[in-house]
């Protein structure tokens, strides 16, 4: 028998994921409204910059999300390592690609990031309301 609030094992092997629909919904949302916001402050550039920003935090967390998830059925010992490892990886990743950019003098640069800042807080809030609301009433066992 699973403690309170654990999915025992192989009882739903999907409920690691089931998350993501919703998540990925908000971000397309917050894509689109980073373009809007970003054309109307700064033209065509702003826009790019800005939803590529989501982009590029939605490409980060769903990677996250989808290869622990394989992990942890896997083997729940993987999770550390693996989750250390893609976060060093992304991090790293991350930081070349902006100072690339930023060698560029592109001036998309700023909303970018700023897309990036967006897409991380939309990602937290729509992700803790899901795990609040919508997973916290699910049945248990």
């Known amino acids: 028998m699973a403690e309170p609030g654990v999915v025992a094992p ?45 982009g590029v935090t939605v490409f980060s967390y769903t990677l996250t999300t989808v290869v622990l998830a394989r992990a942890d059925q896997i083997n729940p010992q993987l999770l550390l390592p693996l989750g250390l490892g893609l976060y060093v990886l992304k991090f790293t990743l991350l930081g070349v690609v902006l100072v690339a950019v930023a060698s560029t003098g592109w001036t998309g640069l700023i909303p970018l990031c700023l897309g990036i800042v967006a897409g991380v807080a939309v990602w937290t809030a729509v992700h803790l309301w899901w795990l609040t609301t919508v997973h916290a009433r699910r049945p248990r066992g």
Do not use: E, K
Request: charged share 15%; proline share 2%.
């Open 10 to 54: 192989d009882t739903d092997r999907r409920w690691r994921l089931r998350h993501l629909p919703v998540l990925l919904g908000a971000s397309v949302g917050l894509a689109v409204v980073a373009a809007v916001v970003g054309a109307v402050t700064g033209g065509v550039t702003a826009a790019l910059g800005a939803a590529a920003g989501v």
